[in-house]
């Protein structure tokens, strides 16, 4: 079964300093998407990036890089010089492949980053 | 703009009185999901469906309804509310791949039983 685990439940940080959100996943699949969603105060969830398990490239985009390491079965995402407008709630999700059947996310418990002024 | 709207954004009702909340998308999305997240669960599927008329059970189902008789709308009933399922729920759409593209998600409703 799938299952994704988020282990750091809440993060306190300083404004510029760099935080990284630990992801880890099982899946028995072989082919299967990793996400992440930030959910700000307002509530909604927005898309920070897909990621399959074929592709181990690192990525970064912005401030935002994202470490996908199969060996270890994690997908951690880094906020460099974080900045208060970065608050939120952070999902990391998995999907197994297009498979029928296969339309489900599985969420990790979320981690929720502070960064204080 | 493509988006998920659902709606109310905030309700409150009494144990056992009936409500729906709507959920429509206007990407032309095959796959539709139901998702509620509670303090240190995560989301949890409720429902899901592949196409119009095709409707099937996610992890946590119980006390839920739905159905889909148009491809842009996909409305969530509950029959009889209950306390425990208070909650903040997210309707969700994705192309015909599936989730292996993400969902789109809606603004969340939060819901209060009392």
């Known amino acids: 079964a799938q299952k994704v685990t988020q282990a750091q439940t809440e993060i306190s940080v300083v404004e510029k300093e760099d935080v990284t959100l630990d992801c880890v996943y099982e899946?028995?699949?072989?082919?299967?998407?990793l996400f992440w969603y930030k959910q700000p105060p307002s509530g909604e969830l927005v898309f920070l990036i897909r990621?399959?398990?074929?592709?181990?490239q690192n990525e970064i985009s912005g401030r935002y890089s994202w470490n996908f390491q199969k060996s270890t079965s994690s997908f951690n995402f880094t906020i460099t010089a974080s900045q208060v407008v970065d608050s939120a709630v952070y999902f990391c999700?998995?999907?197994?492949?297009?498979?029928?059947?296969?339309?489900?996310?599985?969420f990790g418990q979320g981690t929720r980053l502070t960064i204080n002024p | 703009e493509a988006q998920v709207t659902q709606n109310p954004r905030y309700l409150i009702t009494v144990t056992g009185k009936k409500l729906t909340v709507t959920c429509s998308q206007n990407?032309?999305?095959?796959?539709m999901s139901w998702y509620r997240q509670d303090p240190g669960l995560g989301l949890r599927q409720i429902y899901y469906?592949?196409?119009?008329?095709?409707?099937d059970k996610g992890d946590v189902p119980e006390g839920y309804k739905v159905s889909r008789k148009e491809k842009r709308n996909f409305p969530l009933i509950l029959e009889s509310p209950s306390p425990n399922q208070t909650s903040l729920y997210f309707c969700a759409s994705s192309p015909r791949q599936g989730a292996s593209y993400g969902y789109t998600f809606g603004s969340g409703t939060r819901l209060t039983v009392v």
């Open positions: 990621r399959n398990s074929f592709d181990e």
């Open positions: 469906s592949m196409n119009v008329e095709v409707t």
């Open positions: 999700a998995l999907s197994e492949g297009e498979r029928q059947g296969a339309q489900k996310l599985v």
């Open positions: 990407m032309n999305h095959e796959y």
């Open positions: 899946t028995r699949d072989t082919t299967y998407y």
